[in-house]
């Protein structure tokens, strides 16, 4: 079977201190055409003569309107069927792109396909998963963006349509725009496999940004009609919350998700080859 070709976008800037681990874990990808595309916003901690280091890479680096612009450009420069973000401090899981393109090819129907993560510290080691369900819109209004980003990829007849991240959205452009596309009728599949890792450190976006985040959250609500009394949506959390629990105990997610917490601590770092030996010894994933 022809797997579909995937793109990679990945919006860097200043994060030399991570980027590589990006790179190689799109470049040892396995069973699936993978281009990898970085956007640098003209960084000046080393990231080029970094990314000259890889001749494989398509990339530019020059002033942007930020992390979202960054992203559209990449996904108007991309060439795979399917395309998604890969943000310059995380990195993919072995066999997650694979994973992605199986998804995608056994289901045409879907627009978006979308995978679960691992958290991880700015070392890789695992302090927690994100194990996720199958799609739904409430609760992604109401609980929030319960969908990784960086387990996430649209195809690429999206892109042509015009479909891009609202550059205006600073730190919720992944929850504008998978409503967005929601609200437009795009369908969306899920796999239940560990696709990506999520670095979690001070440094991230959403954690310096929290008050930006509610803003931005309570916009995308309220483009969607659901702007109520805000009692009316502490409601609506609570029940958000207890369906999408009750989603992943029926689904059998929540064991998955209590098998990785047994691996807390565990180095993520399969890119290393000593470390790709670990991996083998771990079906869950």
């Known amino acids: 079977m022809s797997l579909p070709s995937v793109s990679v976008i990945t919006p860097s800037f200043n994060a030399a201190a991570y980027l590589e681990d990006a790179i190689f874990s799109v470049r ?11 956007i640098d916003a003209a960084s000046t901690d080393g990231t080029l003569a970094m990314l000259q280091r890889h001749p494989h890479l398509r990339w530019i680096s020059g002033p942007d309107r930020g992390q979202s612009d960054a992203i559209n ?6 060439t ?9 401090d995380d990195y993919y899981l072995p066999g997650g792109l694979e994973a992605i393109a199986r998804a995608a090819e056994t289901h045409p129907e879907a ?31 109401y609980f929030g963006c319960y969908i990784p980003s960086t387990a996430t990829f649209f195809r690429r007849r999206l892109i042509e349509r015009g479909l891009l991240l609202d550059c205006d959205y600073r730190v919720a452009m992944d929850f504008e725009f998978f409503a967005r596309l929601a609200r437009l009728g795009c369908r969306f599949h899920y796999v239940p496999q560990f696709i990506a890792a999520f670095r979690w450190h001070e440094d991230n976006v959403s954690l310096r940004n929290a008050e930006r985040r509610a803003h931005e959250r309570r916009l995308v609500q309220r483009a969607a009609g659901c702007e109520r009394p805000e009692w009316d949506m502490e409601v609506r959390r609570y029940w958000a919350r207890g369906r999408r629990l009750a989603k992943k105990i029926v689904s059998g997610n929540i064991a998955r998700e209590w098998q990785v917490r047994r691996k807390i601590g565990f180095d993520t770092r399969w890119m290393n080859a000593a470390e790709a030996l670990l991996w083998q010894n771990l079906p869950s994933w």
């Open 28 to 38: 040892r990808q396995g069973g699936v055409a993978a281009e990898h595309i970085v």
């Open 111 to 141: 627009d978006v396909v979308h995978g679960d993560c691992v958290f991880v510290d700015p070392c890789g080691r695992v302090v927690r998963s994100k194990v996720e369900h199958d799609f739904d819109f409430n609760v992604l209004l």
């Open 73 to 78: 450009k990449g996904f108007l420069m991309a």
């Open 80 to 88: 795979g069927e399917l395309v998604g973000w890969l943000n310059a």
